[in-house]
């Protein structure tokens, strides 16, 4: 069955950096579009990124564009967010997410706490 791990999530102060994998299984990897979503407190999910599955073309939210990037490693099955100039609102729990056969699945997320 399809399995989605986030991890990397923490405490960072406000400009600091962190990178979130998730590791994926139960799947062909490589043949997937894979994406992070965030959730903040009383918010919506929101996308935030997302990569083809050969890593060939990217595409993120305008509030995270130039700051976050998205990467994958198809060897691993891995999918990566890395985020540099963190903001207080980048404050969340981050899901990646992938689509097969019409359905999507969702990691548990990984909490991301951007604090001065």
Same mark, same amino acid.
Not at 11 to 39: D, E, H
Not at 72 to 92: F, H, I
């Given at each position: 069955?399809?399995?989605?791990?986030?991890?990397?999530?923490?405490?960072? #102060?406000?400009? !600091?950096?962190? +990178?979130?994998?998730? *590791? =994926?299984?139960?799947?062909?990897?490589? %043949?997937?579009?894979?994406?992070?979503?965030? #959730?903040?407190? !009383?918010?919506? +999910?929101?996308?935030? *990124? =997302?990569?083809?599955?050969?890593?060939? %073309?990217?595409?993120?939210?305008?509030?995270?564009?130039?700051?976050?990037?998205?990467?994958?490693?198809? *060897?691993?099955?891995?999918?990566?967010?890395?985020?540099?100039?963190?903001?207080?609102?980048?404050?969340?729990?981050?899901?990646?997410?992938?689509?097969?056969?019409?359905?999507?699945?969702?990691?548990?997320?990984?909490?991301?706490?951007?604090?001065?």
């Amino acid at each position: 069955q399809v399995q989605l791990v986030e991890s990397g999530g923490g405490l960072v #102060q406000p400009g !600091g950096s962190l +990178r979130l994998s998730c *590791a =994926a299984s139960g799947f062909t990897f490589s %043949t997937y579009t894979m994406s992070w979503y965030r #959730q903040a407190p !009383g918010k919506e +999910r929101e996308w935030v *990124a =997302a990569i083809t599955g050969a890593g060939g %073309t990217t595409n993120y939210a305008d509030s995270v564009k130039g700051r976050f990037t998205i990467s994958r490693d198809n *060897a691993k099955n891995t999918v990566y967010l890395q985020m540099n100039s963190l903001k207080p609102e980048d404050t969340a729990v981050y899901y990646c997410k992938v689509i097969r056969q019409g359905l999507p699945y969702w990691g548990q997320g990984t909490q991301v706490t951007v604090f001065s």
